[in-house]
């Protein structure tokens, strides 16, 4: 396994473990510094195969944003920017810019791009994110992979409802053809010992056999809703994701200051893909998130 650097500036170097010397697969995480689950599978990957005689096509950045982790900041903890916002760069303005524009130089040499990122403050269901962008070409390969490596469900992104997600390096390299997409890991203090063994598994599987093309299982494809909660107090589950729920079922309640109970039900029929802890929230919080099925 060689080491190498990204060199972003004078006191910030991204390090890089590769396994080959022309690798198709990228691996990242870190890229929101709050966003911990990703960073320990891919160092778990590393020290499986750091010993390995054999060349697998894969780079790994375990680490993209290093002061925001160190910050344990979504956004970088001095300009408070939201990295995965910002591309394609063009400009560089500060230091999130700087980290954005070497990730995209490099990226943009791989056919596979896989951007671990996390649901944080919520239980949550494994899944791979759809964009809604890329060609069906480019979706249906993106899909594959995501099957290979054990998604519980795939969400694609509804722009209505998540306007601000646009700018990603994932929706970058889409339109540069490059099969790039993120996947929704629990926070670390919901990563069960079996997802984690799960996910690292899976993912080692996929660089052993990039090549191979193994009969995979059709995921479930979803439209991700979003439900913001309309009141201040503290919210309490009553529903685990993974479950099938109908229009106003309760997902859960929340006490206000007043120690009035409300019920927060789905305005949906659809699968609960992820809910929050238990915690308070004010008017405008994400409090769950609904699945509606779409054709796969």
């Known amino acids: 396994m060689k080491i190498n650097y990204l060199d972003v500036n004078k006191k910030n170097k991204i390090k890089i473990y590769a396994l080959d010397d022309n690798p198709g697969i990228l691996l990242i995480a870190g890229v929101h510094g709050d966003e911990k689950s990703g960073v320990v599978i891919l160092k778990k990957i590393i020290q499986q195969l750091q010993n390995s005689d054999k060349p697998y096509p894969v780079a790994i950045i375990p680490c993209v944003n290093i002061p925001a982790y160190k ?25 999130s810019y700087q980290i954005a524009k070497v990730l995209q130089d490099f990226a943009e040499k791989f056919t596979t791009v896989i951007d671990i990122h996390v649901f944080t403050g919520q239980h949550t269901l494994i899944c791979g994110v759809d964009l809604n962008i890329a060609e069906d070409k480019i979706q249906k390969k993106i899909k594959r992979i995501m099957s290979q490596i054990g998604m ?24 540069k053809k490059i099969l790039a997409f993120g996947i929704e890991l629990p926070p670390l203090e919901g990563l069960t010992k079996n997802n984690a063994n799960t996910i690292t598994n899976n993912l080692i599987a996929l660089i052993k056999g990039f090549h191979k093309k193994n009969k995979v299982k059709r995921l479930k494809s979803y439209l991700r809703l979003p439900i913001f909660s309309e009141y201040t107090g503290f919210f309490s589950p009553k529903k685990v994701p993974g479950l099938e729920v109908k229009k106003g079922d309760t997902i859960g309640n929340i006490t206000g200051n007043d120690q009035q109970n409300l019920n927060v039900s789905t305005p949906f029929n659809g699968r609960l893909i992820s809910v929050s802890y238990e915690k308070s929230v004010k008017g405008g919080d994400k409090i769950f998130v609904i699945g509606k099925k779409i054709k796969s």
Do not use: M, T, W
């Open 152 to 175: 519980e469900a795939i969400c694609r992104i509804d722009h209505a409802s998540e306007p601000k997600k646009d700018g990603s390096l994932c929706a970058y390299l889409q339109h």
């Open 71 to 95: 910050a344990n900041s979504r956004l970088h903890p001095k300009d408070k920017i939201d990295l995965n916002r910002i591309f394609p760069v063009i400009k560089i303005k500060s230091e």
